[in-house]
């Protein structure tokens, strides 16, 4: 008999997330992981940490430049670091230590150690002290995550040149920061460091920002962060980056090379398939390292299973807990879904950035009849409440049948306003359904309600 029923390597979103529903399923689960705090790189070192940082260096902000004009005046405001990475910190302990209580409380087996594939059903973990368990399972999970993408002659010593960890943790403002990327993560985390009191460069080989958002949406985030003091470098293709004296200097194709104090190299992630054992059962990942599997997460090997950023699709801590649960109800049940139409994705500057659903680009390019409507936040009550008015709501619909097919915001609280867009193309809405349900007042939804008004050109409050 195996040890267990399913053993998950990995203890990232996904991989705990499918330990916990397997569990819950009544199946026996362990979880290995070779870190000492579960919750993989978004929880660590990754998604939380940067959304708390973002938070801290906003009010930061605000406190300094934006209270006047509430009548609030304050004096010798001073930018505390250490207490801000402090609390940082303190609230990654407390939510990875949440997992662990999860964990026991739904009775899975936590294992640490580096786990490796050791032929079908098996896998071989090896302890920081070098010893090696042979665990067997009837069915594996992996979930192995990702890391930072490399980029030819950009040496990362993790000083100088930084990938998104080692930035997280500065422990003071650089000069000057370089920003190779202009993706999710390198505005985030420039904006971070911008708003308290950094110089930022941010350098891109497109021509635009924010790939795969909507272009229109990524055009009005470029001009609001620009206004912001993001200095941005299109078309810039970087051949180099290396620490140089106190700071480090980055090369580009075409141009002088620009020094600065900190770089940092964002320009994707990588799935973690190297050295995992695919060897062992026949499989092998792709060019990009990604392991192939079908619509039920199955790998072409019976009984091993693969989800998350080591799988197609956007690496997103959401698909991959989706994906988990999907995997585990599909072992327990023989029945799990992933509806990866309506897959929301969030970019968390200041505005937010967030979108569901296919973009403008991506319906005229498969020639798909669509109309639109969009609606700014400039034009509502309680945005300007909250002294936050720059952006937009934005909803594409079929022109025959008025069925969504994407909602794309720029504005306040976009990452919790397009929920309700989620939901709404997950139940098949039609734009006319969002405009006849009734909208809280004052909120900021009806920004939502109005963009769907708007696609029949009858927007009520503009």
């Given amino acids: 008999m ?8 990995g203890g990232g979103p996904g991989g705990y997330v499918a330990a916990i ?6 199946l026996s689960v362990a979880c290995v992981d070779e870190n000492p705090a579960l919750g993989g790189t978004c929880l660590r070192v990754g998604c939380i940490p940067s959304k708390v940082l973002l938070e801290s260096s906003e009010r ?4 300094l430049l934006g209270l006047g004009e509430h009548g609030i005046r304050v004096e010798g405001v001073r930018l505390d670091l250490a207490a801000m990475q402090k609390r940082r910190q303190k609230i990654v ?30 896998a071989l973990v090896t302890g920081a002290d070098g010893a090696e368990t042979r665990v ?13 993408a490399d980029l030819p002659g950009v040496v990362v010593d993790g000083q100088r040149v930084l990938t998104s960890t080692e930035t997280l943790e500065l422990d003071a403002v650089p000069g000057h920061l370089v920003v190779i990327g202009a993706g999710f993560i390198g505005l985030e985390l420039g904006s971070v460091w911008r708003r308290l009191g950094a110089k930022v460069t941010v350098l891109e080989y497109l021509d635009r920002i924010l790939p795969g ?19 941005f470098r299109l078309g810039c293709r970087v051949t180099g980056a290396r620490a140089e004296g106190d700071g480090a200097v980055v090369d580009i194709a075409d141009g002088e090379p620009i020094a600065c104090d900190r770089v940092l190299l964002s320009v994707g992630r990588r799935p973690n398939t190297d050295d995992i054992g695919l060897e062992t059962v026949g499989l092998s990942a792709d060019a990009r390292g990604r392991i192939e599997v079908d619509a039920h997460l199955r790998t072409t090997v ?10 197609a699709g956007p690496m997103l801590a959401h698909k991959a807990e989706e994906e988990g649960v999907a995997v585990a109800e599909t072992i327990a049940t023989g029945v799990g879904h992933v509806d990866y139409d309506v897959m929301p994705a969030v970019c968390y500057t200041e505005p937010e950035v967030a979108a569901v659903g296919r973009t403008e680009e991506q319906l005229k390019e498969a020639g798909v009849p669509y109309r639109a409507g969009s609606f700014p936040f400039i034009a509502n009550g309680r945005a300007r409440s909250l002294g936050h008015t720059d952006g937009k709501v934005k909803i594409l619909a079929h022109a025959e049948t ?7 915001i720029i504005g306040p609280h976009a990452g919790d306003l397009i929920a309700e867009a989620a939901v709404s193309m997950a139940f098949g809405a039609s734009s006319e359904d969002i405009a006849r349900t009734c909208h809280a007042h004052p909120t900021l939804a009806e920004v939502v309600k109005e963009a769907a008004l708007a696609v029949d050109g009858r927007a009520i409050h503009i």
């Fill in 136 to 148: 067997e399972a009837g069915s594996i999970i992996l979930a192995t995550g990702s890391r930072t």
């Fill in 2 to 9: 195996p040890d267990y029923d399913v053993l998950v390597i």
């Fill in 213 to 231: 958002i909507d272009a229109e949406i990524a055009a009005d985030a470029q001009k609001l962060l620009a206004k912001q003091g993001l200095v």
């Fill in 93 to 122: 302990t407390i939510l990875t230590k949440g997992i662990d209580g999860l964990f026991r409380k739904n009775g899975v087996t936590r294992l640490q150690g580096r786990a490796r594939l050791a032929g079908a059903g098996a």
């Fill in 302 to 311: 019976p009984g091993i299973y693969a989800i998350g950023d080591i799988i």
């Fill in 60 to 63: 930061y902000e605000e406190t």
């Fill in 402 to 408: 008025d069925r969504v097919l994407g909602i794309h």
């Fill in 21 to 26: 529903r397997a569990a819950q399923l009544g």
